[in-house]
């Protein structure tokens, strides 16, 4: 219900919110406007490489708006937040700015050897009632690894035989293909847990990210719009199915023009 995801693929975004069960479109109305902030300050479009002077002039103006957009938000509109943006440059390749506050998660899982860890910590710094991210970090983001953003409903994930979290999702990243990853993390919390929270999954495997303009923004919903949806789901108004995003069939890696400023 309140898990709210938004992907931005011409800024090269991607985050997910929960909302408190008494307010669960407050993710929703967050990210809504997390998006607008987006609007006002210039694309760090995945598909072109950066200098160092401008990924960091670029990293610069995106944490100012990311911040001013917070300090905007009302007590009452509390929810979570995890935010990952992704750039690449030229002399350090890909580079992302980490955002997060509340217990909602970022994990990395290395191609080799098959490692996961979270890179997140859980807190209780809730968007609305802090004016301030918990954590604002700048990471490496290595060729192959997979990156998962997930509401905190993925924690049901570590009562499959024991394993922890990060162990259910590096086995499951190894076995699948990433377009398969988040369908089969809900899975396997269906078929092996059998009480749930609701949960908002985002894969990414950034050195394969191509750049569209296309912006999804899905969630965030109260009681009364899920029964509404699970109503039109049974009578065959919606149907599932995949969408690829408006011009993402285009071909080739990053663009090798661009904002091209040295030191």
């Not at 479109?25 to 990210?31: M, Q």
């Not at 908002?200 to 296309?214: E, H, N, Q, W, Y």
Request: net charge negative; charged share 25%; proline share 5%.
């Amino acid at each position: 219900m309140g898990d709210c995801i938004l992907m931005d693929f011409h800024k090269g975004f991607f985050a997910v919110s929960d909302g408190a069960s008494r307010n669960p479109a407050a993710s929703y109305h967050f990210l809504s406007r997390f998006a607008e902030g987006l609007d006002r300050i210039r694309p760090l479009d995945p598909g072109i490489f950066l200098s160092p002077a401008a990924f960091r002039s670029a990293r610069d103006e995106f944490l100012a708006q990311a911040g001013a957009t917070l300090e905007q938000i009302p007590y009452t509109e509390s929810c979570t937040f995890t935010g990952l943006l992704i750039a690449r440059t030229r002399r350090q390749g890909a580079r992302g700015i980490l955002l997060h506050t509340g217990d909602s998660l970022l994990f990395q899982v290395d191609a080799r050897p098959g490692s996961c860890r979270q890179l997140t910590t859980n807190n209780f710094w809730m968007v609305g009632r802090s004016k301030r991210y918990f954590q604002i970090d700048e990471i490496d983001l290595p060729d192959e690894s997979v990156f998962i953003l997930a509401t905190d409903g993925i924690s049901d994930l570590g009562s499959e035989g024991n394993a922890t979290t990060s162990e259910s999702i590096a086995r499951l990243s190894a076995r699948h293909p990433i377009e398969g990853v988040a369908d089969e993390i809900v899975e396997s919390i269906d078929l092996h847990t059998p009480r749930t929270d609701d949960i908002g999954v985002v894969v990414l495997r950034p050195d394969r990210l191509l750049s569209a303009p296309a912006r999804f923004l899905v969630g965030g919903t109260g009681g009364e719009e899920e029964t509404v949806y699970r109503e039109r789901c049974r009578d065959g108004t919606y149907e599932d199915r995949y969408l690829p995003a408006p011009g993402a069939a285009c071909s080739g890696g990053p663009s090798q023009t661009g904002r091209d400023d040295e030191d």
